[in-house]
């Protein structure tokens, strides 16, 4: 909004919807402050700006990026910090981006400022002098002609100058800051003042959603060969972890579907935590540019928070370690990553919530274009300044379901999100344990009560069919789960309008766990795998009972998604993931192609 001030007579005039002031004395000449932002979204700053850049919409004004990546990669982890108890490393690394300096790291860097100008005003004096503020501050700030500065030259107004808007964080809690921001230009000159505004939003980060394309995926790597991914198991040590064959049919799968692989590492002490989906949760942020989007990957670090033993034996919150080598391995150009932490940890089972295999998203559809977000709660939940921040950026608004009669408490261990020929596009992979039940007795009516579940691995329990059929109380645990998996669908086939029928369903039996009461899949998990693409699949072998030589199972799974499209790629975790409680899924993350999604603004089809 445009505010011309001066001494003596004043007029109000009408332009571009705006007010404007007009003041002037007796042979005096108007200051005219003019600031530029891209109000109308198309990349470039033209008079079409000028209405309404004083005020924002889903439909018109200014965007700007929270730079938090590492351009110059000059921010660096130590290798004596990624196990140290305490939160002072997880702090470092978090104040170590962009936005941190006081500098433009480069083009690449510059490139992520949101574009603003002063126009240019000739008849200014040498006594001249401009400044711009941002409110609220500290959220962002500005660079003048690839200065941090806020002051403005004589010169400068005369001629105009480019200016940068940085965005230095993200919306963390929307009750507190909804991510707005006003940039105010104040000019003045012989007596005689000035202003103009416009507002700003930063960019939300927007989840990736399971049918975008998998560019790179990222899976875990020990230093050596480890007795048990954990390091603790009820196994004798030197039994391998079979990491290898993980290794190999996941590198299969991810070649057959076109998308890149890499293995991170942990320290040099040995790998501690192969669980990269539960340590963080892709997303991005994306401002407008000339043809596009100016995107940045923004990982969002799950909201763990242990505790460890401190230098005088208590014990000190301490965020989960493996969240310090996104920092190490993934943070650098155009990737930033955020983190909001407990200061205290949470409780066992509640903190299983903080990870990232309970945050899911649903593609666009009907009402929703960008989506929704899919959490797991109830009994148990997560920690409410994590989630508020996943949740609260305001586009995917969350569906919540009741995973808190989960060992894990996780959503990714009951459904999945695969492509259907239906009017969105797409469907719910369920875990179903009637029809894994209604397997095994099928494989008994054809004479094979003695197959074995998990014949071809080193599991210590391979039960046949005949005995998991007379286990009265496993049938009656599998009942539950299956009930309690109605009551998740209720939910989701009300908020997407999905019919039953159109779900795919697939074998898993559950177990209860004797320690909590709590139920976790005792066969690999086959919605917990992982899509490769629209029509690729990365699914764990569930080794469950043969009939002439074919997996019921395997054979239940292929048949169900292929008849939506989808293939499916088999990747062996039995013992490198699924025994110490995981699966294809949770061992993986992926960085997806999020072009689909990256113009988040100009998809507000039913909002």
Request: hydrophobic share 40%.
């Amino acid at each position: 909004m445009k505010r011309w001030t001066a001494s003596l007579a004043v007029m109000t005039v009408a332009l571009s919807s705006s007010p404007v002031v007009l003041a002037w004395g007796a042979g005096s000449t108007a200051v005219r402050a003019g600031l530029t932002a891209d109000v109308n979204r198309d990349g470039r700053l033209t008079a079409a700006d000028e209405a309404g850049e004083d005020r924002w919409s889903d439909g018109r004004g200014a965007i700007f990026l929270p730079n938090l990546d590492d351009d110059e990669r000059r921010c660096t982890v130590e290798p004596a910090d990624l196990d140290k108890a305490g939160a002072e490393v997880d702090r470092k690394l978090a104040a170590c981006n962009d936005a941190a300096d006081e500098r433009i790291n480069g083009p690449r860097d510059a490139a992520d400022l949101a574009p603003l100008r002063v126009d240019a005003q000739g008849n200014m004096s040498d006594a001249a002098s401009g400044r711009l503020s941002v409110v609220p501050a500290g959220k962002a700030r500005v660079f003048v002609a690839g200065k941090a500065v806020e002051t403005l030259t004589a010169d400068q107004l005369r001629h105009g100058v480019r200016v940068g808007l940085e965005g230095r964080d993200v919306v963390r809690d929307p009750a507190e800051w909804d991510g707005q921001v006003s940039v105010t230009l104040t000019v003045a000159d012989r007596g005689r003042t000035s202003s103009d505004v416009v507002r700003l939003r930063v960019a939300p980060l927007m989840l990736q959603n399971d049918l975008q394309r998998a560019e790179t995926v990222l899976a875990a790597k020990p230093n050596q060969e480890p007795g048990w991914p954990g390091g603790e198991a009820p196994y004798p040590e030197g039994v391998p972890s079979e990491w290898e064959p993980f290794a190999n049919t996941l590198g299969k799968a991810t070649r057959a579907a076109g998308a890149g692989l890499k293995f991170v590492q942990g320290t040099a002490d040995g790998w501690k935590d192969l669980w990269l989906q539960d340590t963080f949760e892709p997303a991005s942020a994306g401002m407008p540019a000339v043809g596009g989007s100016q995107t940045m990957r923004i990982l969002i670090r799950s909201g763990n928070v242990w505790e460890f033993p401190g230098t005088d034996g208590k014990p000190i919150a301490t965020p989960r370690p493996a969240g310090r080598l996104i920092y190490r391995d993934l943070r650098g150009p155009d990737v930033g990553v955020v983190q909001e932490l407990s200061p205290v940890a949470s409780s066992g089972l509640n903190d299983l919530l903080n990870m990232g295999g309970n945050i899911e998203s649903l593609p666009p559809y009907a009402g929703y274009p960008h989506g929704r977000i899919v959490y797991g709660s109830g009994s148990r939940h997560p920690d409410r300044g994590f989630i508020t921040m996943v949740t609260g950026q305001g586009y995917q608004p969350p569906v919540v379901v009741d995973t808190s009669w989960l060992m894990v408490g996780h959503a990714d261990e009951t459904t999945h999100v695969v492509r259907a020929d239906n009017t969105r596009g797409w469907t719910l992979a369920v875990a179903d344990p009637r029809l894994a039940v209604e397997l095994l007795r099928e494989a008994r009516r054809a004479g094979a009560g003695d197959a074995r579940l998990f014949a071809d691995t080193n599991s210590r329990s391979k039960p046949t069919v005949d005995q998991v059929l007379a286990d009265h109380a496993w049938l009656a645990d599998n009942a539950a789960a299956a009930g309690h998996i109605d009551d998740q669908l209720k939910i989701l086939l009300k908020a997407t309008g999905l019919r039953s029928a159109e779900l795919v369903r697939l074998p898993v039996l559950f177990e209860r766990q004797k320690d909590f009461g709590l139920l976790r899949a005792v066969t690999p998990g086959l919605v917990n795998g992982l899509s490769l693409t629209g029509r690729d699949f990365a699914a764990p072998v569930p080794h469950g009972p043969k009939v002439d030589g074919r997996d019921l199972f395997q054979q239940a799974t292929e048949r169900g998604l292929g008849r939506n499209g989808v293939r499916v790629h088999w990747v062996e975790d039995f013992f490198w993931a699924h025994l110490a409680g995981g699966e294809v899924h949770c061992a993986t993350n992926t960085l997806r192609d999020t072009r689909s999604t990256d113009t988040w603004w100009t998809n507000r089809l039913g909002r």
